[in-house]
Every structure is written in structure tokens, then in C-alpha cells.
């Protein structure tokens, strides 16, 4: 069974950064495709970003596109999602997500392994 915990969520101002991290319980997390997707109140859930198993593939969201940046850290385990020139419209709950060997793919229905989110808020 593969655990998920989200990290680094909190408040921000517009414009501002912030750096999520998903940390995995299972030392071959580099054989699963890691997505982060987003909730916000009232919503369904967003996909956000994905990264391929093989690190090789990645998707974003066209309303990322250029301020937010997926990566890995395979000793540590561990997906981050960089996100910058953060706006109010980014406020949500972020969860990371994981499948084994996956591809990047963009639906929540795809992933079986979910963390428990961290919020994210952004002020004017």
C-alpha cells in the first residue's frame, strides 16, 4: 500500500511562491507517475500537473502552464510541485497522487493512491 503525504501548503500574497511537496512511504516511488490535482470549495477536483514514471512525460494544465514546475527527487522519495506568480484563482486543496508506471495522465479516475491534501491560499 502506497502512503502519500502532502507538504508545504499555506498562505500567500498574489504574485507569491510556494513549494508542495509529496513525500511517499515506499522506496520505489520512482516506479509510479505522480500527479497533483486541485480542489477548491464547490468544485470538482482540477488536475494540476503530472509526471510519467520514467520522468520522461509531463502535463500540465494550460492555467499552469509557465508558472508551475513538476519535478522528482528520487533518493528522497519525494514529487514537488513548484508554483509561482500565484494568483487567488489558485486557492485549493492540493493533492498529490500516484500510479505505478504511470504515464502523466490527467484524470483523477487514474490514480488508485491519494494523499490527504494541503491547502493552499492565496490573497489579493
Known sequence: Q???????????QAGGSLRLSCASSVRTFGWYGVGWFRQAPGEERQFVAALSSSDDRINYADSV??????SRDTAKNTVYLQMNSLK?????VYYCAAKTLGTAQVLPSDYPYWGQ???????T
Open 2 to 12: 502506497v502512503q502519500l503525504a502532502e507538504s508545504g501548503g499555506g498562505r500567500v
Open 117 to 123: 491534501g494541503t491547502q493552499v491560499t492565496v490573497s
Open 88 to 92: 487567488p484563482e489558485d486557492t485549493a
Open 65 to 70: 502552464k509557465g508558472r508551475f514546475t513538476i
